[in-house]
């Protein structure tokens, strides 16, 4: 009886979008910047309504995750509220956002963080993005036991499904899956010159996927210089300051683009006279950014290729048949761990900056 009373007094609920239920011209309107992301969850909080709260903020999802003493209809219409105000969004919204109270909230965190809902089945990226969130929430104090309890549950639950399972068969990560894409383009990544736009982790893992390919250099242009030359210098690659890529331009056969600008870093207007200096040399753009760093219509372009995240897709499909017989030894090791959360109370609160047994992967 005290267990049901604890399901009740406390319940999760989620509301999210993701590239299962928008494209990325609906999702980058919801994107969340790191940095402004603690305000958002205080704003969030101030309601009154949501005890506790986590946002998620990727290229392929944003989802918000609470915790509420009061009812989760209650809950989840705040959190609508919240997302749709806190982005200016007024156009009319059906089934691109998800709304889930338990047990369906805590089912889909663990199937999120084991990558089960991933574009690419049984990726790993997203459980170190989804420990990033989790952190900066820990550390701005606004998680508390519930959700502490709720996404340490995850994040085991992903390493259960991980090595008790074969769902990782084939490419596990958007990197790779870019690099596939790639190859698909040219023949051979040999000889190839790549540029990295933005030097963030996503960057990094897909400039290193490229190298093992074959790639002959990597050229790192960042806001901040100084991350470029680290990262480029750790690529055994060379840093351009983010002002001058153009300069590079004649030379490089990929560009791979992945910074937080809320704005086109690469626009049409900007690649157009530059082309002549390839001399019909085809060009691949892969923007795994959102909001996205490329213009559209630069893909109207000669000789151009554009890709953003959601093209990506099709690549992903290719490994569904060879996961899917997996998804219900993972499915139910989900069901498993989500009866036995709502069924326990919640232990004593995590400490800001808490590590867990297996390391960030992405």
Not at 142 to 155: D, I, M, Y
Request: some cysteine; hydrophobic content about 40%.
């Amino acid at each position: 009886f005290r267990r049901v009373l604890f399901r009740s007094a406390m319940p999760i609920v989620a509301l999210g979008i993701s590239h299962h239920t928008a494209p990325v011209t609906v999702r980058e309107r919801f994107a969340f910047a790191e940095a402004a992301t603690p305000d958002a969850m205080r704003q969030l909080r101030a309601s009154g309504v949501l005890e506790e709260a986590v946002i998620l903020s990727t290229c392929n999802r944003v989802e918000l995750y609470a915790a509420t003493s009061g009812e989760p209809r209650a809950a989840l219409t705040e959190l609508r509220r919240f997302l749709l105000t806190h982005h200016n969004y007024t156009e009319p919204l059906g089934s691109e956002l998800y709304e889930l109270a338990e047990p369906h909230s805590v089912e889909h965190l663990f199937k999120v963080a084991a990558g089960l809902d991933s574009m690419v089945l049984g990726e790993t990226e997203i459980l170190g993005q989804l420990k990033q969130a989790y952190d900066l929430a820990l550390q701005h104090h606004h998680t508390g036991r519930r959700l502490n309890k709720a996404f340490q549950a995850a994040f085991n639950v992903a390493k259960k499904i991980r090595t008790e399972t074969n769902i990782q068969r084939g490419s596990v990560s958007v990197a790779s899956v870019a690099v596939e894409l790639a190859e698909k383009i040219f023949d051979t990544l040999k000889g190839r010159t790549v540029m990295v736009i933005g030097a963030g982790d996503t960057s990094e893992k897909t400039a290193r996927a490229l190298l093992s390919r074959g790639a002959h250099s990597v050229i790192v242009s960042n806001r901040s210089h100084d991350r470029a030359e680290a990262l480029a210098q750790e690529l055994g690659g060379r840093a351009v300051h983010f002002d001058g890529w153009h300069a590079e331009f004649a030379n490089i056969d990929i560009i791979i683009s992945s910074t937080s600008a809320p704005h086109y870093v690469l626009t049409r207007q900007k690649l157009t006279p530059l082309l002549a200096l390839r001399h019909a040399r085809p060009l691949l753009l892969i923007d795994i950014a959102v909001p996205r760093d490329i213009e559209p219509e630069v893909n109207f372009l000669d000789d151009v290729y554009l890709y953003n995240v959601d093209d990506l897709q099709s690549i992903a499909d290719d490994y569904l048949k060879l996961r899917r017989e997996e998804l219900a030894a993972c499915e139910g090791i989900i069901r498993e761990k989500t009866k036995a959360l709502l069924n326990t109370p919640p232990g004593p609160p995590a400490e800001p900056g808490t590590k867990f047994a297996f390391g960030q992967e992405a």
